[in-house]
């Protein structure tokens, strides 16, 4: 019989029946610890804000004393004092009598100043923290409780993404059985320049796309993710990399190139790496062939789904191979997981060169708002068979809707941050060049081509010691039996067909 891994849900603190048994006593040294809980995060949360949000009247009640008196900071006291007095007395948007869209929208932002994509308790740098303050601040949702939101990928700290798309139900002008027609998507909201003209310069919405079924998913419906992963030549044997990457194309195990995430439930480690290739950059090449070392490569990878650093293992694995310290067919032997049931101990490259660069999706949405009971299975059978074939004809997606102002705005931002970039990358150009030309004067010293080392997030070792030879991680299996023992995970018979997890944790 088959076994299932799940997550045991254990229900956090005690019900009101529970409560309602206690003492006076101990009701009273409950509250106390949850005071001072209170205040430990509020701490936490004063420590993690930027200077921008620090000055944001948004976070002044956020950061009062449990009793109402303001903590002690000399920032937080002047936030406080910049709190308009008349707050409280302006209206409230009325929600109630709002309409809404179901909607896809496309994000791009520069991960390297953020702390990740998602939201973390302790940090309210992240990209979605952002993104909801100013969807929250434009009035185009009340909650994200009740957006119905879904994001396609989880990117990790300092990852970036040119095509991250979100599911979400926005403000509309337009009431729901007229929000498909021409006219009405014309002169709908400006969603995009709406949130940019709050959003920061390098986290920016590109497009909006209206959606005919209000339970489409950006995670659940999507159908493959690109990510690219920039690198320099350095001294990298580019041809052994791209062997390497035509045998990680298959569908197998990845636990070797990833960061088990067991104690979260996941168990699976099978995915479908659909292609993996190793390119130029677009005009680097023709600029620089007399200095191969500067030249700049990615790494294109494209899968159903990634597991928990799979892309920065796998270019850990590829760079070992670029730099001849590894064959090519290392890939096929981690792969081997009968052979090798234990990852050896390697640190993943690091995030900031990695992109989630394209999302597909399919058309028709595997998501039902409310599913038939057991028992009306049968009696309605022909009946959905009939609204099957019939929803067949029209898909869930329509067209990406683009802003001529929107863009324009978009392609300044991207441009500036281009300049001040390029800027910086050219003087470092030219301080090298007359360091090299030094070196090669004076002492007839080989050229030095350590652009990649960067890359792997480790000190460099006096001796190399090969992947297979490492000490090795804990097995798969002696982890699941440490989390049960735990009680964070419960073991059952799976009678049912498990549904994959689709949504990508970074990367």
Known sequence: MNK??????????????????????????????????????????QKKLSEADKNNSEYADVLRGADGDELPNKVVS?????????????????????????????????????QGFACQED????????????????????SRATSNYHRCGRTDKEVSAFCQVISINLRSKHSPDTQMEPESL????????????????????????????????????????????????????????????????????????????????????????????????????????????????????????FLWHQIRCIMAVLLLVGQKHEQPSIITKLLDVGSNPCKPQYTPAIGLPLNLFHCEFRSHSTRQSNPPAADDEIANLSQIAIVESESESQSDLTNWVYSEENLQKLIE?????????????????????????????????????AQAM?????????????????????????????FVKKQRLLVKSDTTTETSKSETAEY
Not at 127 to 139: D, H, K, N, S, V
């Open 4 to 45: 299932k891994i799940i997550i045991n849900k254990r229900v956090k603190g005690q019900s009101r029946e529970e409560l309602a048994q206690l003492s006076k006593t101990e009701l009273i040294d409950k509250i106390v610890q949850l005071e001072a809980y209170n205040f430990q995060l509020k701490n936490l949360l």
């Open 78 to 114: 002047e936030t406080v004092k910049d709190v308009p007095k008349n707050k409280d007395k302006q209206r409230k948007f009325n929600w109630a009598s709002a309409h809404q869209r179901h909607v896809l929208m496309k994000i791009t932002y520069f991960g390297w100043d953020y």
């Open 123 to 142: 940090s309210a740098d992240t990209i979605e923290g952002y993104l909801f303050r100013a969807l929250e601040r434009t009035c185009l949702i009340e």
């Open 186 to 305: 014309s002169t709908e909201i400006d969603y995009c320049s709406l949130l940019n003209r709050v959003l920061p310069k390098n986290i920016q919405c590109v497009s909006w796309m209206p959606l005919r079924n209000p339970e489409y998913s950006a995670r659940f419906d999507c159908i493959s993710r690109t990510y690219r992963y920039y690198f320099p030549k350095g001294d990298l044997d580019i041809d052994s990399m791209q062997q390497a990457c035509q045998l990680l194309v298959c569908h197998g195990d990845f636990r070797n190139f990833c960061k088990m995430d067991v104690h979260n439930g996941v168990t699976n480690y099978m995915r479908n790496l659909q292609h993996a290739e190793i390119r130029p950059c677009g005009n680097t090449e023709s600029q620089l062939e007399h200095v191969s070392g500067y030249i700049m490569y990615y790494l294109e990878i494209k899968a159903n789904a």
């Open 413 to 449: 931002n991207v441009q500036s941050e281009w300049t001040q970039f390029s800027v910086k990358c050219t003087m470092i150009r030219n301080v090298l060049v007359q360091l090299e030309a030094l070196l090669e004067q004076n002492f007839k010293t080989p050229q030095i081509q």
């Open 454 to 482: 960067l890359l792997q997030d480790a000190a460099k070792p006096r001796q190399y010691q090969p992947l297979l030879q490492r000490k090795r991680c804990e097995s798969l299996e002696n982890r699941i039996d440490h």
